[in-house]
């Protein structure tokens, strides 16, 4: 008689079916270990601690000078005074509304809506990166100053990467990161970013 033999392969293929039928036994015991764990009666039982309670709701807004200045100031350029009853204005809503919070940009595009001895001035402020305003004010400060006259938290909302937006209207400040460290930027389209992989920009 004849000796038989596999084609080529067949012995990878039947191991291949042996080690998919034992995974396929392994998977089946998986599923059944919570079922087993039921009959048994290990199943989940709550305990009876009970978590403290929040002290209060968190209930907060976004104050964005970015995109156009779509929350503060409306335009740039305004007068110190209106950019500070603007700012109330806005704080009067968030009171009457019942929040207890709001998140103040302060950090756009490596520039500040703040006195910063690193950064420019931002341009949402005055019109122009790195003029301030005039009569000299720390928007920031005035911000949680009267945030706090409210009962409002103020968290100060720092964009930490992103260097550069489509929508400038201004030149670029002497004392921007693009100008003085060139090397930590990395351009994605038409906008700029630091670049978290390097220790200086951490």
């Given at each position: 008689m004849p000796k038989k033999t596999l084609p080529t392969g067949a012995p990878k293929r039947l191991i291949s079916q042996q080690l998919m039928a034992r995974i396929r036994i392994l998977a089946v015991f998986i599923g059944l270990v919570p079922a087993m764990l039921f009959a048994a009666g290990e199943v989940y039982r709550p305990v009876a601690v009970t978590p403290p309670p929040p002290p209060r709701e968190f209930r907060g807004a976004?104050?964005?000078?970015?995109?156009?200045?779509?929350?503060?100031?409306?335009?740039?350029g305004l007068t110190v005074a209106a950019q500070k009853a603007e700012l109330i204005a806005l704080l009067n809503r968030a009171a009457q509304l019942?929040?207890?919070?709001?998140?103040?940009q302060v950090r756009p595009t490596c520039d500040a809506l703040y006195a910063s001895p690193f950064e420019p001035w931002s341009e949402y402020i005055t019109g122009t990166m790195g003029k301030a305003p005039q009569?000299?004010?720390?928007?920031?400060?005035f911000a949680i100053e009267e945030a706090h006259k409210r009962g409002l938290e103020l968290h100060a909302w720092f964009n930490p990467f992103r260097a550069s937006r489509l929508e400038a209207r201004s030149p670029v400040?002497?004392?921007h990161i693009t100008k003085t460290h060139p090397e930590l930027i990395r351009h994605y389209g038409e906008q700029a970013w630091l670049d978290p992989g390097e220790p200086a920009v951490r």
């Open positions: 976004w104050i964005t000078a970015v995109a156009t200045n779509a929350d503060w100031p409306s335009e740039p019942k929040l207890n919070a709001v998140f103040f009569p000299l004010y720390d928007p920031l400060a400040a002497p004392n």
